[in-house]
């Protein structure tokens, strides 16, 4: 492949907040919530990188190779023939890092965006299928990056082809009535830790609940909000992730006790609700949650990773 042609000028790229799992659809369901991570970069002469970072994670991010953002720019120049001689970026983060509302697929989806959007042609040559295929590879599963490339609801999954496991997706547009709520609590839980508590098998009972919860959950998001509450019940893997956010996992049992339509977000501890209820019903809920957590009223949002 010919070395690409990058552009002069710089490239700006949203991405939203996702939520995968909705209970029930492990690894396979996701959600795109109007919380966007904006991101800045332009091909500079001067070798290296100037980065510069404000807002969640601010204090922690590295500002080298080792940057989520850097690594996914570079995997997209990489797979579009080469790498820019320097680059400069500056990323806002508004998405919370460590709370499973798709920090780092966010991060991954904008690095593969600039990249795209850097290099003339790049839109051609780096699909959204790729797009998708390169976000898994880094991400290790597809459904946060999934909803976070094509927005509203969508179904990922992995399948082989040849030897070769091949990241797949396709799109759901939610019903307008469906809004979301985010319980989001001070401290953070590695996405690494909470799937080191699954277990490795779990009952053939447990397993039929959640196949048909599953398959619910897609009608439920697409044409019946009623089914919501019935339909995010989790027989799979959130009780087994309790010790790790037990304050998460008490609003969670309350909420749903009361008929919520309540789970933890990704791999948590963010609850996130489902609901489509006024301020009357976000006001009880946030009275209920109390002071250990920030509560935010969320859209979902129909566009994934898009230009500002």
Do not use: C
């Not at 070798?47 to 807002?55: E, K, P, Q």
Request: charged content about 15%.
């Amino acid at each position: 492949m010919a070395k690409p042609t990058f552009r002069a000028t710089p490239s700006q790229i949203q991405v939203p907040a996702t939520s995968a799992n909705l209970g029930p659809g492990f690894d396979s369901l996701g959600l795109a919530l109007q919380m966007h991570d904006k991101y800045v970069a332009r091909v500079i002469d001067e070798s290296g990188l100037d980065i510069d970072v404000i807002g969640e994670g601010a204090d922690n991010l590295p500002r080298n190779e080792k940057n989520l953002l850097v690594k996914a720019m570079f995997a997209g120049f990489d797979y579009l023939g080469g790498r820019p001689r320097g680059l400069a970026i500056r990323a806002k983060n508004v998405i919370p890092h460590g709370r499973g509302l798709g920090s780092s697929a966010s991060a991954i989806v904008g690095g593969l965006a600039l990249a795209r959007s850097l290099v003339l042609g790049g839109e051609d040559k780096l699909s959204n299928e790729v797009m998708l295929q390169l976000a898994t590879n880094l991400e290790g599963h597809p459904d946060n990056v999934a909803a976070a490339i094509y927005g509203g609801a969508t179904v990922a999954w992995q399948e082989n082809q040849h030897g070769k496991l091949v990241a797949q997706a396709i799109s759901l547009a939610p019903d307008h009535r469906i809004s979301a709520i985010a319980f989001i609590p001070e401290a953070a839980v590695s996405t690494a830790k909470a799937r080191r508590l699954l277990p490795e098998t779990i009952p053939f009972r447990d397993a039929v609940n959640n196949s048909t919860n599953t398959a619910l959950l897609v009608h439920a998001l697409t044409l019946r909000p009623d089914l919501l509450f019935v339909s995010t019940q989790d027989f799979l893997h959130q009780s087994y992730r309790e010790e790790a956010m037990p304050a998460s996992f008490a609003l969670l049992t309350k909420f749903r006790s009361a008929g919520v339509a309540a789970f933890i977000s990704g791999a948590g501890p963010t609850v996130l609700v489902l609901h489509t209820g006024g301020a009357t019903e976000v006001a009880e809920l946030t009275h209920a949650a109390g002071a250990k957590f920030r509560v935010v009223e969320v859209a979902i949002s129909a566009a994934g990773v898009l230009p500002f």
